[in-house]
């Protein structure tokens, strides 16, 4: 690890179907989950939670949730039954300082933006994990800021993970082989920023024009992005993985910052 920093990682999650299923994204996380130092607990920003101000996940036992339908009964009774960590939410509940973020006993769980990665990436389930929601009436800038002040977990041994997607359409879902010109175009423009550190522009999407807005359709698949953003450092070694489109209007691109 740099600097003994743990490393950050978005996942393009699609489809639920990739926790049971074998397919080049499946054997990646999978792959990155023996790859990365083994970490104390997972902090999750997935794209299934929202709510109208932040809350974590604060109890012993989440529940696996299926948030989802029309998909086989294996994916409905698939169970990732690892363990909570209310200590790490009560200090993500302290590093927010003045933004307020809820500790949640009871309501919520392990989405599947959560558990269809980590099932992967962590198979034996045996790792605590936390979720963070997405503040629905934020901008782009609370995010990332709120990101920011999570920084010192990186030196405690959490990992950190975004999940949603880069472009996320559903309504333009197309069963070509071929990525809409807009989708290929918003995933570039992405990854160059990212490259180049322009992490203001990717703040606020919204300036993007055109092919923003198809690709960013609502923003829950994207925000994870800007907590993931929000953590790099300087001397962060950074690596793509599953630089792909598929359906046409799904980015299934991952982004590590450090080791």
Not at 14 to 40: C, D, F, H, V
Not at 240 to 255: A, D, I, K, Q, T
């Amino acid at each position: 690890m740099t600097d003994n920093l743990f490393p950050v990682l978005f996942v393009g999650h699609g489809s639920p179907m990739n926790a049971i299923e074998e397919n080049e994204y499946s054997q990646t996380w999978a792959r990155i989950g023996q790859q990365l130092p083994r970490p104390k607990a997972v902090l999750c920003i997935s794209a299934h939670w929202e709510t109208p101000e932040p809350q974590t996940t604060h109890m012993d036992h989440p529940k696996t949730i299926h948030d989802f339908y029309g998909f086989p009964r294996e994916l409905n009774e698939k169970q990732y039954p690892a363990p909570g960590s209310p200590a790490l939410a009560e200090r993500i509940a302290q590093l927010a300082g003045s933004t307020a973020v809820v500790l949640d006993n009871e309501r919520w769980g392990l989405d599947h933006g959560t558990w269809s990665v980590l099932c992967r990436m962590v198979p034996q389930a045996d790792i605590p994990v936390v979720q963070l929601s997405l503040a629905r009436t934020r901008d782009g800038q609370f995010h990332y800021d709120l990101a920011k002040r999570l920084a010192p977990l990186r030196k405690e041994g959490v990992l950190i993970l975004g999940s949603g997607n880069v472009v996320h359409n559903l309504g333009m879902i197309s069963m070509e082989e071929e990525a809409y010109p807009w989708a290929e175009e918003f995933d570039a423009l992405v990854k160059n920023d990212i490259k180049s550190g322009d992490h203001d522009r990717l703040i606020h999407f919204q300036k993007l024009g055109r092919a923003a807005a198809l690709s960013i359709n609502s923003a829950e698949h994207y925000l994870p992005l800007l907590y993931v953003l929000a953590l790099q450092r300087p001397e962060d070694r950074l690596q793509f993985f599953c630089e792909s489109l598929m359906m046409g209007s799904l980015s299934m691109r991952c982004v590590q910052f450090g080791a």
